[in-house]
């Protein structure tokens, strides 16, 4: 089992920028695809980015593409969503994900990710 714990998100005006942090802990390792997702009200949840093993690859959504960085700290166990340049349709909860282990995929899915945190809300005002 994994668990996740995100934090960092709150409110922001247009343009603003903000970190959300992901914490795993229990049977972690630097072996877990981690992604971030969102859900807006009334919208499914969707695929922001993703980060692979070690962090040599990452995946991105179009929408966030050139404003949004991911990245991880193995020696923390944590991963990073650097989010700029933010704007109202970025507001939702934010979702931490890991796969299981053994997957090295970088995918969009959410039912392809195993663990998730319980989510942190950014709100963006015009």
């Known amino acids: 089992q994994v668990q996740l714990v995100e934090s960092g998100g709150g409110s922001v005006q247009t343009g603003d920028s903000l970190r959300l942090s992901c914490v795993a802990s229990?049977?972690?390792?630097?072996?877990?695809?981690m992604g971030w997702f969102r859900q807006a009200p009334g919208q499914e949840r969707k695929f922001v980015a993703s980060?692979?093993?070690?962090?040599?690859?990452?995946n991105y959504a179009d929408s966030v593409k050139g404003r949004f960085t991911i990245s991880r700290d193995d020696a923390k166990t944590t991963v990073y969503l650097q989010m700029n340049s933010l704007k109202p349709e970025d507001t939702a909860v934010y979702f931490c994900?890991?796969?299981?282990?053994?997957?090295?995929?970088?995918?969009?899915?959410?039912?392809?990710?195993?663990?998730w945190g319980q989510g942190t809300q950014v709100t963006v005002s015009a």
């Open positions: 229990g049977r972690t390792s630097s072996g877990n695809v």
């Open positions: 994900a890991a796969r299981e282990s053994q997957y090295s995929s970088l995918v969009r899915v959410a039912l392809d990710y195993a663990y």
């Open positions: 980060i692979s093993r070690i962090g040599k690859s990452t």
